[in-house]
């Protein structure tokens, strides 16, 4: 098995992959490639995303930063006509090898654009998973709902309505409850796809709060288009244009002082 594990300063041949770090690794991409058909939507991407970190995936509208993400869970498989190549190791294991897609899907838990709770209580949509993996017994469940709910920053809120339907909540509650229904699964990598595109500046706030206080447990991968928000809550971040990385670094070197006049043009915003 590959000692990814490793305190370790990545040397990665692409210029592309280097964030200066000593952290451990989590997630070790190379030279990953993705076709939608005939259309190749990522080339070469190389990444190696440190544990306990937040990464954010910055770039213009259609440059592949949610195909990236949906590959770290294997979220394109659903897609019919998606071809991959290249590797994906999380953990030490190559996850486009391994055949345990479910699991995977347990470890790399993923939060969508907008909040997608079922139309049933808070109680149980944060229970809804670990039943589906066979969780039973009500004490059990009703202290993970709880973990879940405390873990993100809204269990006071929630508290004493959680037998109601979830989607009687503001949009900001409804993306911590999705929040929590993720962290239910007890997993190690958490993917956000522009977690806060559809809430409001005080939710936003609220949600990068807790972002930020995830990533003391979680490994956190997040596409987002606000700059602003990528510099305040992301360790490290990624550039991507037309399905390439064009840099990766500590956020404070590509918000500062980067590298290439692409990351600088669009982080100035002279284009996307
Ligand atoms: N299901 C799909 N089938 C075919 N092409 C797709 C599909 N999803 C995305 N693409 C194409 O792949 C490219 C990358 O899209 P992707 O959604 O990953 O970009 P993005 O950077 O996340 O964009 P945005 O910021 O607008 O969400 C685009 O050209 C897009 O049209």
Known sequence: MTTILEETTYAHTAPTAMAHTTKATKINVNNLNLFYGEKQALFDVCLNIQEKEVTALIGPSGCGKSTFLRTLNRMNDLIDGVKVSGEIVVDGENIYTSQDVIKLRTRVGMVFQKPNLFPMSIYDNVAYGPRMQGVKNKKVLDALVEESLRGAAIWDEVKDRLKTSAL???GGQQQRVCIARAIAMKPDVILMDEPTSALDPISTLKVEELI??????????????????????SDKTAFFLNGEVIEY????????????????????GRFG
């Open 168 to 170: 009687g909540l503001s």
């Open 212 to 233: 930020s206080q995830l990533k003391e447990d979680y490994t956190i991968v997040i596409v987002t288009h606000n700059m602003q928000q990528a510099a305040r809550i």
């Open 249 to 268: 670094d500590e956020t404070d070197i590509i918000f500062q002082t980067p590298n290439d006049a692409r990351t600088e043009d669009y982080i100035t």
